[in-house]
C-alpha cells in the first residue's frame, strides 16, 4: 500500500510516502526551493518521495491533506461574527485568500499534483484528517509504544490548539481539546512578535534567549505575576484562557495589542535587530517559565486521562526542547518521545499514518526505537552526482576512503576548524542531525562567537547543540535517556562546570557571553544546560564514526553541531547548495561524501551574497 501524505498553505510545507507500511521518504518543500518556510504545495518533496520509491501518482492508494480546509473555514467566519464588528480591514484581507485557496482546495490540489506527474483524476483518493489527529498520529504510529498518551499543542489547527488522546495499537482516541482562541503556542507567538522576532520562525530565538533573563531578578517574578493576572488564566488541568483584550490574532492583522502591552510591561515592542536589553531577556525566561508550567500541567492531566506510562507529543510547542526537558524531569511518564518534525511539516507523515491505520485499518507493528529511520528521511548523492553537480565551480579537493576520512576530519576539528559535514540522506524537520551540520570542537572558548558571526552570521546570543556519542551522553549531561533528534534539553553535569563570577546574572548579556561557564564552553547555554542529540551507530554510522575518531583523538566524545545553513536560508539539500554556502561563509572545510574541501585551496569565488534575515 501507498500513501503520499502532504501538508502545505500555512507554512512548512512537506510530503512523506508511506509504502508497505514503513515511512520511506519525507522532504520539507524548502530544501528544494531554498525559500525558507516555504507553505506552496510540496511539489519538489511530492516528486522525490515517488522517484525515490519509484511510483506514479496513479500507483498511491491514497493523498493524504494533513487538515480539514471547510473546518478552517467555518472557524474563520465564527471567529469575525463573534468579535463583529472588529477586524473588518483583516476579514476583508482574508476572505479572498481563503475563497480562493481554502474553498477549492480539491481543485487546487488537483492542479498541483499535475506538476508533480501525469494521473487520472478518477483514480485519485484524497483524503482530509483533521490538524490535531495528523499531529497526534505522527507523534504515536511512528513510536515504539503499543499504547501512550498523546498530547499536541500548536497555534490552532480548524478549531484546536492543544488535544490530549490516547493511543492504542492503530487506534488514537480524542479525549480532550483546547479551542480558539485560547492556544499556548498563539501566547508563546504573541511574545514572540513583541520582543521583535518573527511569528512561526523565530520562537526558537525567543526560547534561546530566555535563559539571558535574570532567574533572581523581582522584575521577573512581576512579568510572570502580570502574564498570570492579566494575559492567561492556567487551570489545574493545564487548560488556559486567554484575555482577548490584549490580543489582535483572532481578528487583526498583527498578533497583541502594542499600546496594551507596553502599559502591562513597561516597554515598547522590540523592533527587530535592535540590542537586547536586560527587561527584555527577562520577559522571555518569564513566558518560558509559563509555557512549562502549562505542558507540565497537560501532561499530568494526559496521565490522569490514559494512565500511560509514556507519552508522545507533536506540535509546534513540542519544539520547545526547553520544556521538554522540565517534562522528563517532572517524571509524570517513564519515557517521553517526540516526533522530530513535530511542526506542520510532521502533519504529512501523520496524515499518511492516519489513514494508513485509522481509514484502512492497517495493522501496526511498533519498531525500536522508531520508525522514523534517525529523521534520515531526505534526498542522498553519490559519487557520480556530487562530480557532476559541482564541475561548474571547478572545485579542488581530496578524496578519502572512509579508513583515512573520520581520523583526517578529527584533526581538522582539533586544530580549531568548522567544517561542513555533508553525508547521506537529509534529516527530515527542523533539525540537522549529522546528515547536513556545521560542526567544530565544543571545548573551544571562541568556538560559539565564530559559528555565530563568521558562519551563521545570526545574533550572538544564540546557543549551539553538541552531538555526543549515545554511550558518553551521561559523562556530560544530565541526561538519562536518548535524545536522538535534539530535542531535549539537560544540564551540563556539575564536575565540567566552571564557578561562575560574583553578581554573575546582574551582568550584561554581552558580558555574560563572554564567561566561561564549563569546560566545554561552546555547547554550554547561558545557564549551564544544552540541547543535547545522542549519536547511534545504527542510525547513522559515519557521523558517529567521526565523533568516535574525535574521541579518540581528543578525549572528547561530542562536536558541536548547528544546521548546515547560515542565517535567512534552509538548511542545505544538494552538493551545490553545500558548496555554494561553504564557500559564501567563513568555513574552513567542507566534506562531501568521501570528498574533502579546503577553503584555502579553492579557485576565486565571485558569488558574494547578502544573507536574508529570517
Not at 424 to 437: V, Y
Request: with cysteine; aromatic share 12%; proline share 5%.
Amino acid at each position: 500500500m501507498n500513501i503520499l501524505g502532504i501538508s502545505a498553505f500555512y507554512h512548512d510545507s512537506a510530503a512523506c510516502l508511506v509504502q508497505n507500511g514503513k515511512i520511506v521518504a519525507a522532504a520539507q518543500e524548502e530544501r528544494f526551493t531554498r525559500k525558507k518556510h516555504d507553505e506552496n504545495f510540496p511539489v519538489h518533496a511530492s516528486i522525490y518521495c515517488l522517484e525515490h520509491a519509484g511510483l506514479s501518482i496513479d500507483e498511491l492508494d491514497a493523498i493524504v491533506f494533513y487538515d480539514k480546509p471547510f473546518l478552517k473555514f467555518e472557524r474563520l467566519l465564527e471567529t469575525y461574527l463573534s468579535f463583529a464588528p472588529k477586524g473588518v480591514r483583516s476579514f476583508i484581507t482574508a476572505i479572498p485568500v481563503w475563497l480562493k485557496e481554502k474553498m477549492f482546495l480539491k481543485r487546487l490540489i488537483y492542479d498541483e499534483l499535475k506538476k508533480v506527474g501525469e494521473y487520472e483524476k478518477n483514480e485519485v483518493n484524497l483524503l482530509f484528517p483533521e490538524h490535531h489527529l495528523s499531529h497526534a498520529a505522527s507523534a504515536f504510529f511512528p513510536s515504539k509504544f503499543e499504547e501512550a498518551a498523546i498530547l499536541t499543542i500548536d497555534g490552532v489547527g480548524e478549531w484546536a490548539t492543544a488535544s490530549i488522546c490516547h493511543g492504542k495499537g492503530k487506534e488514537i482516541t480524542i479525549l480532550k481539546e483546547l479551542q480558539f482562541p485560547h492556544s499556548l503556542g498563539l501566547l508563546y507567538s504573541a511574545f514572540t512578535y513583541f520582543l521583535g522576532f518573527k511569528v512561526n520562525s523565530g520562537e526558537y530565538k525567543l526560547m534561546g534567549l530566555a535563559p539571558y533573563g535574570n532567574p533572581d531578578s523581582k522584575l521577573l517574578q512581576e512579568y510572570i505575576t502580570k502574564i498570570k493576572e492579566e494575559l492567561v488564566d492556567i487551570r489545574e488541568d493545564g487548560s488556559i484562557w486567554l484575555n482577548q483584550d490584549y490580543f489582535s490574532y483572532a481578528t487583526g492583522l498583527r498578533m497583541v495589542n502594542d499600546k496594551k502591552w507596553e502599559a502591562l510591561f513597561g516597554f515598547p515592542k522590540r523592533e527587530g535587530e535592535s540590542e537586547l536589553l536586560q527587561h527584555e531577556a527577562d520577559l522571555a525566561l518569564a513566558i518560558q517559565k509559563v509555557t512549562e508550567e502549562i505542558v507540565i500541567k497537560m501532561a499530568a492531566h494526559a496521565k490522569e486521562l490514559t494512565g500511560a506510562k509514556a507519552i508522545c507529543m507533536a506540535g509546534g510547542v513540542a519544539l520547545n526542547c526547553v520544556a521538554n526537558g522540565k517534562l522528563q524531569n517532572e517524571g509524570i511518564f517513564e519515557e517521553v518521545y517526540i516526533q522530530p518534525a513535530a511542526g506542520d511539516a510532521g502533519g504529512a507523515v501523520g496524515a499518511a499514518l492516519a489513514a494508513l491505520h485509522i481509514y484502512f485499518g492497517k495493522e501496526r507493528k511498533p519498531e525500536s526505537p522508531d520508525s522514523m529511520m534517525g529523521a534520515y528521511l531526505g534526498p542522498e548523492f553519490h559519487s557520480i552526482d556530487i562530480e557532476r553537480s559541482l564541475r561548474k565551480f571547478k572545485p579542488v579537493y581530496d578524496t578519502l576512503d572512509e579508513n583515512k576520512l573520520y581520523q583526517k576530519i578529527a584533526e581538522i576539528l582539533d586544530d580549531g576548524n568548522v567544517v561542513g559535514w555533508f553525508q547521506g540522506r537529509m534529516e527530515f524537520g527542523p533539525r540537522a542531525l549529522g546528515g547536513r551540520s556545521i560542526i567544530a570542537d565544543p571545548r573551544r572558548t571562541d568556538m560559539q562567537k565564530k559559528l555565530n558571526l563568521k558562519i551563521k552570521y545570526r545574533e550572538s546570543f544564540r546557543p549551539f547543540a553538541p552531538s555526543v556519542l549515545s554511550d558518553n551522553a551521561s559523562d556530560y549531561f544530565e541526561l538519562d535517556s536518548d535524545s536522538p533528534f535534539m530535542l531535549l534539553v539537560q544540564p551540563v553535569k556539575e564536575e565540567h562546570r566552571e564557578v561562575l563570577p560574583e553578581g554573575y546574572n546582574e551582568m550584561p548579556l554581552r558580558e555574560k557571553l563572554s564567561v566561561k561557564r564549563s569546560e566545554y564552553p561552546a555547547i554550554t547555554h547561558i545557564d549551564f544546560s544544552a540541547r543535547v542529540q545522542t549519536v547511534h551507530k545504527e542510525t547513522n554510522p559515519k557521523y558517529w564514526n567521526l565523533i568516535s575518531a574525535f574521541k579518540d583523538r581528543t578525549g572528547c566524545g561530542m562536536v558541536v553541531n548547528t544546521s548546515f545553513n547560515v542565517r535567512g536560508e534552509p538548511i542545505v539539500c544538494t552538493p551545490e547548495d553545500a558548496y555554494r554556502c561553504f564557500m559564501n561563509t567563513e568555513m574552513d572545510y567542507l566534506v562531501i561524501g568521501e570528498y574533502v574541501f579546503a577553503k584555502a585551496d579553492q579557485p576565486e569565488w565571485l558569488e558574494k551574497v547578502k544573507f536574508a534575515m529570517d
